[in-house]
Structure formats: C-alpha cells, structure tokens
C-alpha cells in the first residue's frame, strides 16, 4: 500500500506533467482522473486517511466537479468528501440539503443517486477505467473543439479552454470559465453496456458544446451589463438566456444542426418527449416573471422541471423551429438578440405549421425588457 507521502508524490508529479504538456491548446489535464483511480484502487485494499481524500478535493478537476452541481443544484465541499469518503468504503453517505429549497433537495439527490453508485461501481473497475483513460488521451481531432464552438456563435468570442479529463461528478460532462471537463466515470457507468460509452467524435462534440457555453456566457453576461432590469425581468433574463444557452450548443454543436441527430440521442430523448408540457411551462414562468410574480424560491421550484436536459429539449426545440422556418442565420440573429426568442418563434412556427404558439402578449412584452 502506498504511504501518504508517495501518494502526494503521485499527485504532484502528475499536476507537473500536465502543466509542462499544456502548451499545447488541445492538450487534456488528466491529474484528477489519475489520482481518483488511484484512491479507487487505495479503496479495495485498506482504509484512506481523510487527508488524502482532502488532496482529492483540492484537485481543480475535483473543484470543477463541485462547481457543476452548484450551477442548478447546491452542494458543499464537505458533503461531497462526506460521500467520497463513504464510497471508499462501499455505502452510500446519509447526508442532508446544505440548503433549503430545490436546489439542495436536488444537489443530494445528485450525490446520493449519481455520484456515490458510480464511484462504487468504480472500485471494482479500475483497469477497465485506466483502459478508458489511456484511450481517451488519444483522442483526434480537438483542434476542432475550438472553431466548432466559434462558427456557431453570433460573435466572436477569444476562446482558449482548458480541457479536463475527470472521474467522480454527477454529469458527463460540464464547463466553466475555469476549464471544461468530460467525466470518465459518470460515462461508463451511465453507459450500462461498453458500446454506449463515447466515442472520439462525441468527447470532440462534447468539448465544443462547453467550449460554446463559455463563449456565449461571455457574450450574454455583456447583454446583461447594458440592461436595466427589474426583479422580475431579471429572473426572465435568466431564464431566457438559460433555455437560449443550452438549446443553441445542443442543437447546433451537439446534434450539428440536425434535429435528427437529437431524436437518435438516448440522454436526451425523455425530455423530447416532454416538449408537450415543457413549452406551457416555460410560458407560465415567463408571464409570472415579467408580472413580477415570483419569489426566488418560486422560480427555483417552476424551473426544476427543467433541470437535467429540460432547459436542453425547449431550447433546441425554439430554434430549431426558427432555424427550419427561416435558416440558421435567423438563430444567430435570435442568439444575438435574447428578448427577441419568443416573438421569432411564434412567427416561424405559424410559417411551419408548428401546434404550440407563446401568448403574443407574453412575446411582447419579453422583447421590451431592460429597455430595448
């Protein structure tokens, strides 16, 4: 069994190879995913010390992992050295909100249900996991990551992202402007079989999706600053450019603009099929916001139902009817213009033939706010 010092040794060699190899922009930071298999491994043949798991914890890729789930979800360090602990030993931790209301309801229903089983299922996988691991770091093709991610933006935007391999988070896949990453684990276990697992193209697909996100917040959070909001309008801006965010890099970087491709995609096709609800819903949210309606924790209940892939289908549905009606240009032109969404919508979904239609005066009055 390693000592405490050569696993620290692990660590820091590791973070020095990854820092020497990343000159390169399309290099991978892999040191989260190496120490997590080695703690894996420290796991099935004796007990770790809570120093060690700390070191785990103090990993950027670990930190990454963490502030995912506190982007519609709220969980803390110590709940999740909490559960990492307790996997380490083969049970699931009994842990409670960090906070009151939805988002700490759903952050423990993250750990408990994706995070712990997955490290658990972990432990007894470990060569198969570093298999996994080897191969990932030869993935081709990541000088696409970047321009994939520029050409559908309504801007350009100077990216250079910092890229992640990671093990032990609730979502495949996330970013940040701290860095993007695509969790190995939560992949393989969420596979069920070898053959769903992804593939080159889709972590290269994947990458460009996040890289989109950091490009298009930088953009959206520039918007904002020009905008004079009010409460309610606020919590509609937030919701809007939420449904605008994820809809344009799954429908245009992820499926490649082919709705298609989204029908075809196992992760996302449940919340497809909840298009029919999810569209009135965002309606009631958008006509409760701009009244200035709810309170904070209102809105954090209305919007679970869009969490998981929700804010994903209602997005790529909204511009992939704009997008079949009018082309891709007239979804930049929207990307470009958040307020407009609804109002261009309704007007290529009756060009179309499209059922569902936004009350007119809620599309109105969502292209008037924060003045313009």
Known sequence: ????????????STALATVHSATAATSIDSTQARAMLELLHRCNIGAVPLPEIQQIIDLPG??????????????????????????????????????????????????????????????????????????ALKTPDLDRVVPLALKN???NVDLSPKL?????????AAASD???????????????????????HDMVLFFAHETHHVGYGRILDQKKKAL??????????????????????TLLVSAEGRWSELEATNHIKPDLARLPALLPKAQEIFLRSLQNNLSNQDVEAAESDFFGEGYHATGAKLLYVIQKARGKAAVLKVMDHPQSLLKTYNQCAAEINEPFLFDPSVANALETIGGN
């Open 164 to 172: 992640y391999f990671v093990m032990g988070g609730r979502a495949g």
């Open 1 to 12: 069994m390693p000592s405490v010092c050569v696993f620290a040794v692990l660590l820091a």
């Open 153 to 155: 933006l309504p801007e």
């Open 178 to 200: 701290d860095g993007i990453y695509i969790d190995l684990l939560q992949d393989a276990w969420k596979a069920k079989e070898p053959s769903a697992v992804m593939t080159p």
């Open 228 to 249: 004079h909001l009010s409460p309610g309008h606020e919590q509609a801006w937030n919701f809007l450019t939420s449904i605008l965010m994820e809809g344009s890099a």
């Open 62 to 135: 670990t930190q990454l992992i963490i502030h995912q789930q506190n982007i519609s979800r709220r969980i803390s360090p110590e709940q999740y050295k909490e559960v990492l602990a307790s996997a380490c030993k083969g049970t699931i931790a009994d842990i409670s909100p960090s906070q009151p209301g939805a988002r700490g309801i759903k952050g423990v229903q993250g750990l408990i249900n994706d995070v712990a089983p997955s490290l658990i299922w972990g432990r007894k996988r470990i060569p198969e996991l570093q298999q996994r691991l080897d191969g």
